[in-house]
């Protein structure tokens, strides 16, 4: 009973802390995309109905981002995509990165599936585009963003990860540190056995 105990245990453990390493993972993602992290978990109910990964807004997102920033014909280009879908360009530039992303989910949904949207989406997010579809489709059926996760725990997620990152890191450092101060030792044994 102990044992069985003890294992439910470590499993319920390994369990919590993939749990607050996924957590964390929205910081990662909201220092990429320039927004906060509270603001990328508010994507993930879309992104788990849809079955895309996170990571693929976060790419289109900075994507589009560095497309707004140019002055060149690729921003022209998204110019003219957020002009078909009824965006203006300038208020568009002035909101945060996931709030663009709910924007163009929001304008998108009253445009039918097929060639045509599928070319707006890739003109805003390129390559990325086709791929977040699904994703901005299920944005727009639930109503928008879902806040479930305050920014304090996600920095609290996030220090967890960070703190045992450090650990398993100098643990790492330390075995190696001892390991190449065990070498001359263990060559001088190599070279006793070789010679008797």
Same mark, same amino acid.
């Given at each position: 009973?102990?044992?069985?105990?003890?294992?439910?245990? &470590?499993?319920?453990?390994?369990?919590? %802390?993939?749990?607050?390493?996924?957590?964390?993972?929205?910081?990662?993602?909201? +220092? @990429?995309? &320039?927004? *906060?992290?509270?603001?990328? !978990?508010?994507?993930?109910? !879309?992104? +788990?109905?849809?079955?895309?990964?996170?990571?693929?807004?976060?790419?289109?997102?900075?994507? /589009?981002?560095?497309?707004?920033?140019?002055? %060149?014909?690729?921003? @022209?280009?998204?110019?003219?995509?957020?002009?078909? #879908? &009824?965006?203006?360009? %300038?208020?568009?530039?002035? /909101?945060?990165?996931?709030?663009? #992303?709910?924007?163009?989910?929001?304008?998108?949904?009253?445009?039918?599936?097929?060639?045509?949207?599928?070319?707006?989406?890739?003109? /805003?997010?390129?390559?990325? &585009?086709? +791929?977040?579809?699904?994703?901005?489709?299920? /944005?727009?059926?639930?109503?928008?963003?879902? #806040?479930?996760?305050?920014? +304090?725990?996600?920095?609290?997620?996030?220090?967890?990860?960070?703190?045992?990152?450090?650990?398993?890191?100098?643990?790492?450092?330390?075995?190696?540190?001892?390991?190449?101060?065990?070498?001359?030792?263990? *060559?001088?044994?190599?070279?006793?056995?070789?010679?008797?």
């Amino acid at each position: 009973g102990a044992l069985a105990a003890f294992a439910a245990m &470590g499993t319920a453990a390994a369990v919590l %802390d993939r749990q607050l390493n996924d957590i964390a993972g929205f910081q990662d993602l909201a +220092d @990429k995309m &320039g927004d *906060t992290a509270q603001e990328v !978990a508010s994507l993930k109910l !879309a992104a +788990d109905l849809s079955g895309t990964a996170l990571d693929t807004a976060a790419a289109a997102s900075v994507k /589009l981002t560095s497309a707004l920033a140019k002055t %060149d014909d690729e921003s @022209k280009g998204v110019g003219a995509a957020l002009k078909a #879908i &009824g965006l203006e360009m %300038d208020s568009f530039k002035r /909101l945060t990165p996931v709030a663009q #992303i709910d924007a163009v989910a929001q304008a998108l949904a009253g445009f039918e599936d097929g060639a045509g949207k599928t070319a707006v989406a890739v003109q /805003l997010f390129r390559n990325s &585009g086709a +791929d977040l579809i699904p994703m901005l489709n299920d /944005l727009a059926e639930t109503g928008g963003r879902q #806040i479930s996760l305050t920014s +304090d725990q996600i920095k609290a997620a996030d220090d967890y990860s960070k703190a045992t990152a450090r650990l398993r890191s100098e643990v790492q450092t330390l075995v190696a540190v001892t390991a190449a101060e065990a070498a001359p030792v263990l *060559t001088q044994m190599v070279q006793m056995l070789r010679d008797t």
